[in-house]
């Protein structure tokens, strides 16, 4: 069963790093790209980008190039998005989600909420 | 970036109708290989989004045949027939065609 098991809660003082964590089961990591999609409290759903466990390569939306940095462990079945200088519009709901051939987003973790707070 | 605009914004729904929800996108989401890169996404109350259908019309796996999904090119419509309670939640109509990856801003379905 596939199955993608995010790290707990976080919260962030303003101008500080977070780093959420992905373990990926059920299936072989380095088979399928990992994206990551953002959910601001009572919002839609935001696209943030992916990384592709097998050869480390990435892509971001343009507003998150500089907010963002997708990585992954290839030896742990694990990828990592990390969210610098933190600031309130970063206070969101964080899901990695596994992406099927390019076609589409089949499993997704269960979120990460992520607040910003002094 | 594509745009994708879904309509209506919200839906109330006696169980045992039927509900649909229109997605249209800013382009045509008709790749060159033939494959057109829409799927929808149930996101129930405090949970996960879940995959429905993909591909216009593909149902995902484990999803109820009452969900179903048409369209082409620009314009997109999931149907949801015999609407039951546990179908509650806000539905996204999303393109996978080109990065960055765009979703529609949501159709909240209720029970009447």
């Known amino acids: 069963e596939v199955q993608l098991q995010q790290s707990g809660p976080e919260v962030g003082r303003p101008g500080s790093s977070v780093k959420i964590s992905c373990k990926a089961s059920?299936?072989?990591?380095?088979?399928?790209?990992m994206n990551w999609v953002k959910q601001s409290p009572g919002q839609g759903l935001e696209w943030i980008g992916w990384?592709?466990?097998?050869?480390?390569?990435?892509d971001y939306a343009e507003k998150f190039k500089k907010k963002a940095t997708l990585t992954a462990d290839t030896s742990s079945n694990t990828a990592y998005i990390q969210l610098s200088s933190l600031t309130s519009e970063d206070t969101a709901t964080y899901f990695c989600?596994?992406?099927?051939?390019?076609?589409?987003?089949?499993?997704w973790g269960q979120g990460v909420m992520v607040t910003v707070s002094s | 970036d594509i745009m994708m605009t879904q309509s209506p914004l919200s839906v109330a729904v006696t169980p045992g109708e039927s509900a649909s929800i229109s997605c249209r996108s800013s382009?045509?989401?008709?790749?060159?290989?033939?494959?057109?890169?829409l799927s929808w996404y149930l996101q129930r109350p405090e949970k996960s989004p879940q995959l429905l259908i993909y591909?216009?019309?593909n149902l995902a796996s484990g999803v109820s045949d009452r969900f179903s999904g048409s369209g082409s090119g620009t314009d997109f419509t999931l149907k949801i027939s015999k609407v039951e309670t546990e179908d509650v939640g806000i539905y996204y109509c999303?393109?996978?065609?080109?990065?960055?990856?765009?979703f529609g801003s949501g159709t909240k379905l209720e029970i009447k």
């Open positions: 989600a596994r992406d099927t051939m390019g076609i589409t987003l089949d499993y």
């Open positions: 059920g299936y072989t990591f380095t088979d399928y790209v």
């Open positions: 990384i592709d466990p097998e050869y480390g390569s990435t």
């Open positions: 382009k045509s989401l008709l790749h060159s290989n033939g494959i057109t890169y």
């Open positions: 591909q216009i019309s």
């Open positions: 999303v393109q996978f065609l080109e990065v960055p990856f765009t």
